[in-house]
């Protein structure tokens, strides 16, 4: 079922471009782990390739600690903003100081492989970042937040903080998930050339990386949300994949 109307009192150019949680793919249980733990097994990939349940559950209660009962402000720069797979309250533009988007984390599965990997977009320090903020209500947040543990701490490559973020209608605490600096797929700092050359050629079960790349760019812009390191990556990469 579609986002009630008040969602968007704030966002109303939103209506009708986001994908409600019932019909996201991204809102999944245990068994899309039982099926990639079995694939892991077939293929090879090394050990500590996901996040234990025990430890994932862990990081939830105590980054969440205290705050079950109160309405939960989450952060989106990526995926999140167009596909929440939770259910939400009130969405706004946003801006996060001190943050950006990057392509600065190894992607070895699903567009990518261990031999070709690929990259993925993370939030990295330094400069700001546009998005949006959306809010999900007090009785749910202790369901909610256990889909949204499972896909963006599906590995471990985050780590979730609280951080102030601006909104028009004024400044918000906000559950945001950076990129974990201590994480083996941390790749920071790659050259422009670097990062388009691994995004244009890797494939993966998924799809090609590009595509993951050029559905991010677009649905930016369908979004009115600017950012021109994420074009010019784009510009780049997409010669050569249309060369690859």
Known sequence: ????????????????????????????????????????????????????????????????????DSDLWVFAYGSLIWDPAVTVEEYRYATLPGWHRSFCMRLESGRGTHECPGLMAALDQGGSCAGLAFR????????????????????????????????PQG???????????????????????????????????????????DSLIHNLADLGIVDEAMQALHARARMIAATD
């Open 136 to 167: 999900i209500a007090a009785p749910v947040v202790d369901e909610e937040t256990q889909y949204m543990w499972r896909r963006e701490m599906f590995a471990g490559t985050y780590r979730p903080e609280f951080m102030q973020v601006a909104t």
């Open 1 to 68: 079922m579609p986002f009630p109307d008040h969602v968007f009192r704030h966002t109303p150019t939103l209506r009708d471009r986001l994908t409600p949680p019932d019909a996201s793919e991204m809102r999944f249980g245990y068994d899309r782990f039982d099926e990639l733990d079995q694939r892991a097994l077939a293929e090879g990939w090394p050990d500590g390739w996901r996040m234990d349940h025990d430890a994932r559950e862990e990081n939830r209660q105590k980054v969440l600690a205290g705050r079950m």
């Open 171 to 213: 400044p918000v605490e906000a559950l945001v998930f950076v990129i974990d600096p201590t994480n083996r797929r941390y790749t920071p700092d790659l050259p422009l050339d670097v990062s388009a050359e691994m995004i244009g050629t890797a494939e993966g079960t998924l799809g090609t990386n590009f595509a993951y790349l």
